[in-house]
């Protein structure tokens, strides 16, 4: 409820161009990231964002959630997100990473999601999305996980 009435606080906020918010050990959970993300499409001057949402047990569902709504940021050309350590696993990886793909004036994309359960399906569909990332020039990728992440060659 904090983070979606956080988010929706900042939508009133139509000028923003630049935003960094650090909300780590909250317990978001899924609802509050999609409604943060959700919150955050009004934000239409948005070009620069910094979510620092790690250890909030996002997981799946949230992950893909604030990565469809952060799709419809169509201004958003550098964005950080770390979401380490909140039990996101293939189908939150996969998801984040095809909508993340629709964001079109993406340029810069730094993603950690370090210490979740993410194994090579999820990096498998994340890695293939972000390829679809037609416009982006500089991308920092931590997949670092507990579990060792096995890529056919």
Known sequence: MGASGLGSALANCIN????TLNLYYNQIGAMGASGLG?????CINLSNLTLNLYYNQIGDEGASGL???LANCINL???TLNLRYN???DEGASGLGSALANCINLSNLTLNLCNNQIGAMGASGLGSALANCINLSNLTLNLRQKQFICFGL
Request: charged share 0%; aromatic share 0%.
């Open 67 to 69: 990565g469809s709504a």
């Open 16 to 19: 923003l161009l630049n935003l």
């Open 87 to 89: 039990q996101i696993g």
């Open 77 to 79: 050309s550098n964005l």
């Open 38 to 42: 959700s919150a955050l499409t009004n």
